[in-house]
């Protein structure tokens, strides 16, 4: 089967886990035991107005019929409006989303640059001092909680040496560049902002360390534990024998046929670190799509949840379907069936 | 080396074309420079709450101060007062001797930020967009009155271009109806202005929701939801005096340790949720002014006449009243930020009643529930929001204090920690046994408090435990319609009376609003409702 037909059955299967997604987060967000509309409203108002907006954001409707109306408007491309800010929940994604592909690129970035040639220093001297150190850090990344670690480094960092700023994405007294790409790094740098991009850039630091420590613990594993698999093939030992250097020979013949698993687990990763930045958003008050996850849930802002919801299981999708054709690439021998 | 030369003074001439270019441009134009620093006010607080900046909608803390800075209202209140509306955009007003006709006389001559002149009409349009935007937390303000948009056109009128008349369709307190008129609700918007944005009849909701079309001090500059909210001066102000600050910035900050930061960096003017450890600190470094103000709101704990039987009887609503140690709260919870408060109208507002009979007493509880009948005590759950509650107290905290306070009598209170929005539909539902809440003003009058916390048929804060006292609900009624005098604030003691020794609420304190303010900023007055006038604001 060729790549074209495996995108295409790849993609009727996606829209089979969307539609499962879609339902169970649709049902479970409303037998949640309080009311969208009073949440809406706020403690005080009347409840004739509770009522009355109940009404008219169809929630005194059977929950079978509000499913089939938001299914309704999902085959149109409408996510719907949110409650609580009163916008379009594609928009408020388009928004919120920005930030998060910074803040996940840039641990993506981390995690590479850190995690890659650790693991492969790791291999090269399997036992020896720089594997010992190289394991205890994996360990250390892998095992320690977000909320931990964000913790120790703002205390680190920011509350006892002063190195870096604190929560938030720039500096309040930096003047933010224009909104182009809403990636503020990257706007300040279009804009030739400078004060903005340093300034941004300083924020950036911890938030993508902390979200990054943990991918970078896979991928030395990964990296380490696949070249160590692959040095000790034959073909490794021809190429030895031909005389090629060491550096070439774990390079261009070990390295590259050991990337296989680590880059499913990059593109794995990436897909969770879109999705599942909530808890660094929160503390590192980045105005990401977590922030805006978590706050939905706060207000039961239901056609905001059920959207990040959809975004997540799409991101998932995406990022394996990336992962199966980076498979096919760098390894020929792979056929789509 | 020639080549190289040449290159340099190629380069060289470039430059100094670009440089006589950018001279050009910004020489004469000083009137249009940005704000320097010392016009510029940057305070440091969370506008994580703020949905809209539409004036009709907005109803959160954050939207509320922001938009009362770029809307213009009939009238208003000045310098931190509550008690004394005072002319705005209207030169005066009259009511009918039935108190069911408004007549307001505009200022003449007045413009909005844009230039347009301000009309008659552009009030009238104000009214029908709130009570027509739909899904309006705000509306109910105004729908109260009977003034809906079903009948908006008839009731609400322009009989010239100044002049503006307002039927009201129900009896309306004087006072709370002045009151809302300079809540931002009824904040006059630039009707032409609006109407260039309507987009699928949305009466310009989709852009008046992060932009500005009004009269205030200030126009609306950008909002960066979840980090800033920008406003400059309104180069066309002509309802007061043009503000000494030209910028003010509203920086998302919403943990108190950032506020901290900011403030002891030099990067914000004013702090304004500090906890009572962070302002002695900021106080202790001589930098620094504390500005504390009474909430006009106060905090609770409501018990439920129908849920739990003990407390359809009075003995035991008092019993419970005397159990607790309010001072122990003010003085260590909450650090001196609250005030004693037992009646239902807090300090600040007209009808607030100084009377504090109760003070913790044991045994005086003890004996209440013995005569009552439930010496031997019962078991009630107590729900309360995962939120800090004004003051800066958590609900956790106080909660346990109460617990431990009424364990003393024998009342064993399971504390179950909810999120607010599952708290309020069990309390909605009529359904709680005892809640820890608060309740704050949405205006300035005592009417705002008298009929939730004692108006049933309201169906309000007394219909939400079960507590229904007809007299006590014609007395609200009574009051609500009077305008301010001896007769109203006799009724008002009355109520209090009533509910300090006969409510269902336990009111714990009054709320203040404490604010760290830098030293060279001066002028700063908080209004309860709309917290900072930046107009006012000056800096050294």
Request: hydrophobic share 45%.
């Amino acid at each position: 089967m060729g790549l074209l037909a495996y995108g295409i059955r790849r993609v009727i299967l996606m829209v089979a886990v969307l539609f499962g997604v879609t339902l169970i987060t649709f049902f479970i967000s409303h037998v949640v035991p309080a009311d969208p509309a009073a949440a809406y409203l706020g403690p005080q108002a009347p409840q004739s107005e509770v009522e009355h907006l109940r009404q008219e954001l169809g929630l005194d409707k059977p929950l079978p019929e509000q499913y089939v109306i938001y299914l309704g408007g999902l085959l149109h491309g409408d996510l719907g409006v949110s409650i609580h800010d009163d916008r379009p929940v594609a928009e408020d994604l388009a928004t919120y989303l920005p930030a998060t592909i910074e803040l996940a690129s840039a641990a993506m970035l981390v995690a590479i640059f850190i995690g890659i040639p650790t693991g492969v220093l790791a291999a090269v001297y399997k036992d020896g001092l720089p594997d010992q150190i190289g394991r205890v850090f994996a360990l250390t990344g892998v095992s320690l909680p977000v909320f931990y670690l964000a913790l120790v480094l703002l205390w680190l960092f920011y509350a006892t040496l002063g190195w870096l700023p604190g929560p938030g994405e720039l500096s309040p007294y930096v003047e933010p560049p224009t909104n182009i790409t809403g990636m503020l790094v990257v706007d300040a740098l279009l804009e030739g902002n400078v004060p903005a991009f340093v300034d941004g850039l300083q924020h950036l630091a911890l938030p993508s360390l902390t979200l990054g420590l943990y991918t970078t613990g896979i991928i030395m594993r990964m990296t380490r534990s696949s070249l160590l698999e692959v040095l000790w093939r034959d073909y490794i030992r021809t190429a030895r024998a031909k005389g090629l250097t060491e550096r070439v020979v774990l390079i261009s013949h070990a390295l590259r046929n050991a990337m296989i698993p680590t880059v499913t687990v990059i593109g794995l990763a990436y897909g969770s670190l879109l999705s599942g930045a909530v808890l660094t958003e929160t503390i590192f008050a980045w105005p990401g799509i977590g922030r805006y996850a978590t706050d939905s849930v706060v207000t039961l802002d239901i056609p905001a949840i059920m959207g990040v919801t959809l975004l997540a299981a799409v991101t998932y999708s995406l990022a394996n379907l990336a992962v199966d054709i980076a498979y096919g690439y760098l390894d020929p021998r792979i056929r789509y069936t | 080396m020639q080549s190289k030369l040449r290159f340099y003074g190629a380069a060289l001439a470039i430059l100094s074309a670009m440089l006589f270019a950018s001279a050009a441009c910004s020489g004469p134009s000083t009137s249009t420079a940005p704000p320097g620093p010392k016009e510029t006010l940057i305070i440091a607080t969370s506008i994580g709450d703020a949905v809209t900046l539409d004036p009709q909608q907005a109803y959160e803390f954050s939207s509320i101060d922001a938009t009362h800075e770029l809307y213009g209202n009939l009238v208003t209140y000045a310098k931190g007062d509550t008690t004394t509306p005072v002319p705005q955009m209207a030169e005066k007003w009259e009511m009918s001797p039935d108190g069911m006709t408004w007549t307001f006389h505009l200022k003449s001559g007045l413009k909005f930020a844009s230039g347009n002149p301000v009309t008659a009409d552009d009030v009238v349009y104000s009214f029908e967009r709130a009570v027509n935007l739909p899904k309006n937390p705000a509306a109910w303000l105004i729908t109260q009155m009977g003034i809906t948009s079903d009948n908006v056109a008839q009731q609400v009128t322009a009989p010239d271009t100044q002049t503006v008349q307002i039927k009201l369709v129900k009896s309306f307190a004087p006072g709370a109806f002045l009151a809302i008129m300079a809540y931002p609700t009824t904040g006059v918007v630039d009707e032409k202005v609006v109407k260039e944005h309507i987009t699928n009849n949305d009466w310009g909701h989709a852009w008046m929701n992060d932009h500005s079309a009004g009269s205030g001090p200030y126009v609306l500059e950008r909002w960066d939801r979840a980090s800033q909210i920008v406003l400059n001066s309104n180069p066309n102000y002509d309802l007061g005096p043009a503000p000494a600050i030209r910028r003010v910035i509203y920086k998302h900050t919403p943990e108190s340790a950032a506020q901290l930061d900011l403030m002891q960096k030099g990067g914000a003017d004013i702090a304004t949720t500090l906890t009572a450890e962070q302002l002695n600190q900021l106080q202790g470094t001589g930098n620094f002014n504390i500005i504390k103000k009474p909430e006009l709101s106060l905090i609770y704990l409501g018990l439920d006449v129908k849920n739990v039987p003990a407390f359809a009887n009075p003995k035991v609503r008092q019993a419970v009243k005397y159990a607790i140690d309010y001072k122990g709260i003010i003085d260590h919870l909450l650090s001196g930020n609250g005030i004693l408060l037992q009646g239902i109208i807090p300090q600040g507002m007209y009808g607030y009643d100084p009377n504090t009979p109760y003070q913790q007493d044991i045994a005086k509880a003890k004996s209440l529930l013995a005569e009552a009948g439930y010496g031997s005590g019962f078991t009630i759950d107590m729900l309360a929001a995962n939120d800090a509650l004004a003051g800066g107290v958590s609900a956790s905290d106080l909660s346990a204090k109460l617990k431990s306070d009424l364990a003393q009598i024998g009342i064993t209170v399971n504390v179950q920690m909810e999120q607010a929005s599952e708290l309020y539909t069990t309390y909605r539902a009529q359904k709680s046994q005892a809640v820890l809440a608060r309740w704050g003003a949405d205006y300035p009058d005592p009417d705002d408090f008298a009929k939730p916390f004692g108006d049933y048929s309201t169906k309000s804060l007394a219909w939400r435990l079960n507590w229904n006292d007809p007299d006590l609900s014609k007395l609200v009624e009574q009051a609500g319609a009077l305008p301010n005098g001896d007769q109203r604030a006799q009724l008002y003691k009355q109520i209090g009376e009533t509910e300090i020794n006969d409510g269902p609420f336990v009111s714990l304190y009054q709320p203040l609003m404490t604010y760290a303010v830098a030293k060279d900023v001066q002028n700063v007055y908080v209004n309860p409702v709309w917290h900072i006038e930046a107009a006012d604001v000056t800096k050294k």
